[in-house]
């Protein structure tokens, strides 16, 4: 069965400084790997996905995410934080066999300037 | 291009009441989703539709939600008899069908169901 696991509720880091929120996953077969960030009151906006191909892959809002397949992750990073950035943050994932996505519990990111 | 627009965007009923959930997805998009957002978690799949059939409904509690999308473009959900656990985000969202196992889905605002 498909799961995906985001170990820390909320990350906290200062305002230019890198940031990384946690995700790792578990599938049978290709991993497809999204991540989307929440406002408050408002939908999931898509920020970037893997599917196949570079392991490093750079999405909206300067965030990118590795993928790192011996260790089943997904983690997202960005290099300087902005208070802006602050949010929920959903990873996701996808199996070849099947049309549904699973998404993990959220990671609240916290940037205080 | 609009986005994926739902209503209402706040509901708050007493227990036993029924309640409806209206989405209209992106221009295009045959494939569309009912998530359910309860606080603290990740959104769950309710329901999935292409044009207007279900593709799963495995994790919709048929006893008292049901979904339609009859002409493959808007869709309703409800929900009869609700329950206090019903409470809840109720997310919609849309995606392309070329290549939908790889294709991102596009999210609605949500509608924040409060159960009394």
């Known amino acids: 069965a498909q799961s995906v696991a985001q170990p820390e509720d909320q990350v906290n880091v200062a305002e230019g400084n890198p940031l990384t929120v946690k995700c790792t996953y578990s599938?049978?077969?290709?991993?497809?790997l999204f991540w989307y960030v929440q406002y408050p009151n408002r939908g999931l906006q898509f920020l970037l996905k893997?599917?196949?191909?570079?392991?490093l892959v750079k999405g909206s809002y300067g965030f990118e995410a590795e993928f790192n397949k011996s260790q089943t992750s997904f983690h997202l990073k960005k290099p300087s934080a902005l208070v802006s950035d602050s949010a929920l943050y959903f990873c996701?994932?996808?199996?070849?066999?099947?049309?549904?996505?699973?998404f993990g519990s959220g990671t609240r990111l916290l940037v205080r300037p | 291009e609009a986005g994926v627009a739902q209503s209402p965007r706040y509901k708050i009923i007493e227990k036993r009441q029924s309640v409806a959930f209206w989405c209209n997805p992106i221009?295009?998009?045959?494939?569309l989703y009912w998530y359910q957002q309860i606080l603290g978690q990740g959104p769950k799949l309710l329901i999935q539709?292409?044009?207007?059939?279900?593709?799963?409904d495995s994790q919709l509690p048929k006893d008292r939600f049901s979904a339609e999308r009859l002409k493959g473009v808007d869709s309703t959900l409800k929900i009869q008899p609700a329950k206090l656990e019903d409470s809840a985000v109720y997310l919609c969202?849309?995606?392309?069908?070329?290549?939908?196992?790889?294709?991102?889905?596009?999210f609605g605002p949500g509608t924040r169901l409060t159960v009394l």
């Open positions: 969202a849309s995606s392309s069908s070329q290549g939908s196992r790889y294709n991102e889905q596009f």
């Open positions: 893997y599917i196949t191909g570079d392991n």
């Open positions: 996701a994932v996808r199996d070849g066999s099947s049309y549904k996505l699973i």
């Open positions: 221009s295009g998009h045959a494939t």
């Open positions: 599938v049978s077969g290709n991993p497809y």
């Open positions: 539709f292409q044009n207007n059939g279900v593709v799963d």
